[in-house]
Structure formats: structure tokens, C-alpha cells
T-cell receptor, first 114, second 113 residues
């Protein structure tokens, strides 16, 4: 399983873009990059995922480098409610066979400041 | 609004007690999961179920069992609670086509005294 590396913490000013990096240099061709976040005292929340093309949804954008060894989650206009721990996870898409689990690291604790 | 609900937000039990944690989802998902989350260790999978009456062990199944009698409900059972099972327990569900897009409940913080 590909491992991911994230900075333990980041700060961002309210209203500015938050750019959260993730390194996954050992990612293999069929592995997707997933992002979740966990607001304090809540369960994790799925945000977005991608394989090699950039992806955007109502919550965030995901930029994956051409060599796929790193990615960046972008929250375009961070609000105080975006303060959370953000997890980057690399996994095959359907976890067929014996690989039926997400592997969770410790994520990046993002603090959005007023 | 889709939901995963857990029976309790906070629970305090004594060592040796049998503990039941219940999880219900309203999304008709086949897959359901039980995790525990501890500081410095992240989320770890205890068990998951991919269909009624079907289950697979996760990373840390010792001391736990599960039950899935109905599609919407997945129960985690601590046969004889111990202090090292004090933790946050999180339930999740997903569809087969979107296995890794998991919807989580709010969690149950269990304290075993």
C-alpha cells in the first residue's frame, strides 16, 4: 500500500485559499488519492478523490501532479468551519479481494483563523 | 439528508461488562465498518461487513465481535470490556461501487473503568 506524508499542522486566514499538500511517492498506477476531513468531535467526512486528472466538487479541488507522486487539496475560500484534520489516503478504488480497508494516517490539522 | 447514527455519544462501562454499540444507516449500503480512534494512532479498522450476516476482520479484531442481522444495522460487541478498550468508536457505511467513499457516524466515546 502506498504511504502518504502530510504536514502535521497548517494555518490559513479566513477567506483565503487553503492548500493542503500530500506526498505519495510510491503510489501505483491503479491507486486513487482520497481526501477526508474530521471536524472536532465528529466522524470523518469524505471530500473528494481522483486518479490522475484534477477534480473539483462543491467542497474542494484536488490537484494531482503529472507523475502522481504528490497532490494538493484546495479549499478555495476557507471559513472557520473548515478547521479540521484533513486526511490524504491512497487506495485502489474498490478494494476488491483482501485489501478491504482504508489506511488512515494522522493527517494535517488545519486551523482557519479569523 | 443521508445519515449514519450511533446509539450513544458517550458511554461509561465497568471492566468485564458486555458492551453493545449500535450503528444504523439509512442509505441502503451493503458495506458497514467499525473503527476505533485513539490519539496518535489514527483510525484503525476493527471489523467490516459487506452484506447481511457477512463480516471480515480488520486490523484489530481481538476482544471484539460484530453482528449484522439486518442490512441497515451493524453492531459492535465487546464481550468483556477492558480498560484498553477505552476509545472513540466510529461506524461508517458505503456502497459497493463507492467502497472508499465512506459515510461516518458521529462516534461513541466509550470509557471503561
Amino acid at each position: 500500500d502506498a504511504k502518504t506524508t502530510q504536514p502535521p499542522s497548517m494555518d490559513c486566514a479566513e477567506g483565503r485559499a487553503a492548500n493542503l499538500p500530500c506526498n505519495h511517492s510510491t503510489i501505483s498506477g491503479n491507486e486513487y488519492v482520497y481526501w477526508y476531513r474530521q471536524i472536532h468531535s465528529q466522524g470523518p467526512q469524505y471530500i473528494i478523490h481522483g486518479l490522475k486528472n484534477n477534480e473539483t466538487n462543491e467542497m474542494a479541488s484536488l490537484i494531482i501532479t503529472e507523475d502522481r507522486k504528490s497532490s494538493t487539496l484546495i479549499l478555495p475560500h476557507a471559513t472557520l468551519r473548515d478547521t479540521a484534520v484533513y486526511y490524504c489516503i491512497v487506495r485502489v478504488s474498490n478494494n476488491a479481494g483482501n485489501n478491504r480497508k482504508l489506511i488512515w494516517g494522522l493527517g494535517t490539522s488545519l486551523a482557519v483563523n479569523p | 439528508d443521508v445519515k449514519v447514527t450511533q446509539s450513544s455519544r458517550y458511554l461509561v462501562k465497568r471492566t468485564g461488562e458486555k458492551v453493545f454499540l449500535e450503528c444504523v444507516q439509512d442509505m441502503d449500503h451493503e458495506n458497514m465498518f467499525w473503527y476505533r480512534q485513539d490519539p496518535g494512532l489514527g483510525l484503525r479498522l476493527i471489523y467490516f461487513s459487506y452484506d447481511v450476516k457477512m463480516k471480515e476482520k480488520g486490523d484489530i479484531p481481538e476482544g471484539y465481535s460484530v453482528s449484522r442481522e439486518k442490512k441497515e444495522r451493524f453492531s459492535l460487541i465487546l464481550e468483556s470490556a477492558s480498560t484498553n478498550q477505552t476509545s472513540m468508536y466510529l461506524c461508517a457505511s458505503s456502497s459497493p461501487a463507492r467502497f472508499n467513499e465512506q459515510f461516518f457516524g458521529p462516534g461513541t466515546r466509550l470509557t471503561v473503568l
